[in-house]
Structures are given as structure tokens and as C-alpha cells.
């Protein structure tokens, strides 16, 4: 049983994907399983309902895994993850959220109790985030739903960096190390090549 506080996952595809040719990165094969079943298969019984973030593909979505739920931003323009993050608590029930870039190469074990032990070191703190070998990824993060207005009033700036919010949220980071991570995200066709190959060599 976890010892953690009932936790929703949302994984965020609500980018356009320019740079893959606007293909939709979650039903991608990166390794050796679609990036979706991949996520969902790690984590779903580890948290109490998975979410898509997403625009579009939402009946493929639910075709792969039934019990999905999917949300859309709640403004439109593509305005990034942060964006994604602050729609998310207008739909989960849980007061924590994991989220997952549907991008994602790597997802360390036991990365949910982890970032849930992190978030304890501060008090004032509202999300903690994943750093695998050295390198911050900030939008693999858990949040407490008090994290909503403090995004609200950056996205009301037009401050859409998640990096820029980290210091407002006392963030802490959760650290863990992957030999042979070349890529902890895929943001390209020449990326996903490139990832493919040094797998493979690997």
C-alpha cells in the first residue's frame, strides 16, 4: 500500500510538436513501447486516476487504456507545459499531481515516493521535481493543488517558463542517476534517431 497522499498522474501532450513534424509524441515508439503504455504502465498503479493532457487524439487515447481521462488547456495559443499544469486542477479530485511529459525517455523507480519525500524537506514547499544526473527536468514534477494560484498569477504575467515559478514554489529537487541517459527528452525526428541508435549501441 502506498504511504504517500492519493496522487493523480497527468502526462502533458498538449504541445504542437513542430519540431516532430507535428506528429503526436505520446503515441510514439521511442524505446520499445508507445510512449503512452510506457508512462501508463510505470505509474498508473501507483496513483489513483491517469489524465491526458492533451488537444487532440483523445478517442485513440481511451482505445489504448479504457480508463484514461482527458482534459484540454484551458487557453488556447499552445502556451507550454505550465499552462497544461494550471488546467490540470480544475479536473483532478487528488490534491497532488504527478506529471509526465508524454516526452520522456526515462522514468526512475520508485520516482513517486521519491518526489512526494522531497516535498517534505520544506514545509512552504509546493512541488518537487526530477534531476537525473545533475540535469533538472522540471516538468516531470509532483504538485500540491495549492501550487494552482501561484501558476495562475505567472500565466496571468505571461510568464510561461516553468523554471521561472520554481523559487514561488519552493521546489525541491529529487535526484537520481541513469548511466548511459542520452537524451531525457526527445524534442526532434533527428533526436529520436539519434536516441535510437545510441540505444541500440548500447
Known amino acids: 500500500?502506498?504511504?504517500?497522499?492519493?496522487?493523480?498522474?497527468?502526462?502533458?501532450?498538449?504541445?504542437?510538436?513542430?519540431?516532430?513534424?507535428?506528429?503526436?509524441?505520446?503515441?510514439?515508439?521511442?524505446?520499445?513501447?508507445?510512449?503512452?503504455?510506457?508512462?501508463?504502465?510505470?505509474?498508473?498503479?501507483?496513483?489513483?486516476?491517469?489524465?491526458?493532457?492533451?488537444?487532440?487524439?483523445?478517442?485513440?487515447?481511451?482505445?489504448?487504456?479504457?480508463?484514461?481521462?482527458?482534459?484540454?488547456?484551458?487557453?488556447?495559443?499552445?502556451?507550454?507545459?505550465?499552462?497544461?499544469?494550471?488546467?490540470?486542477?480544475?479536473?483532478?479530485?487528488?490534491?497532488?499531481?504527478?506529471?509526465?511529459?508524454?516526452?520522456?525517455?526515462?522514468?526512475p523507480a520508485k520516482v513517486m515516493s521519491t518526489l512526494h519525500e522531497a516535498l517534505l524537506r520544506d514545509s512552504d514547499s509546493l512541488m518537487s521535481y526530477v534531476a537525473i544526473n545533475g540535469k533538472a527536468l522540471y516538468p516531470f514534477c509532483l504538485m500540491k493543488r495549492q501550487a494552482f494560484s501561484i501558476l495562475q498569477q505567472h500565466l496571468h504575467q505571461q510568464q510561461y517558463s516553468i523554471k521561472g515559478v520554481v523559487k514561488d514554489l519552493h521546489a525541491q529537487a529529487a535526484y537520481f542517476r541513469k548511466h548511459h541517459l542520452f537524451f531525457h527528452s526527445i524534442n526532434s525526428l533527428d533526436e529520436l534517431q539519434q536516441y535510437k541508435q545510441l540505444s541500440y549501441l548500447a
Not at 487532440?56 to 505550465?82: A, H, N, W
Open 1 to 107: 500500500m502506498n504511504k504517500y497522499p492519493k496522487t493523480d498522474l497527468v502526462i502533458l501532450a498538449g504541445g504542437q510538436a513542430k519540431r516532430m513534424n507535428g506528429v503526436n509524441k505520446l503515441l510514439q515508439t521511442f524505446d520499445h513501447q508507445m510512449q503512452l503504455l510506457k508512462i501508463y504502465q510505470k505509474l498508473a498503479d501507483q496513483v489513483n486516476q491517469v489524465w491526458v493532457n492533451s488537444h487532440r487524439d483523445e478517442t485513440i487515447y481511451k482505445q489504448i487504456v479504457p480508463s484514461v481521462k482527458c482534459f484540454k488547456d484551458d487557453q488556447s495559443g499552445f502556451l507550454g507545459p505550465m499552462i497544461g499544469m494550471q488546467s490540470a486542477w480544475s479536473h483532478v479530485k487528488a490534491d497532488y499531481v504527478l506529471f509526465v511529459p508524454c516526452d520522456v525517455t526515462y522514468i
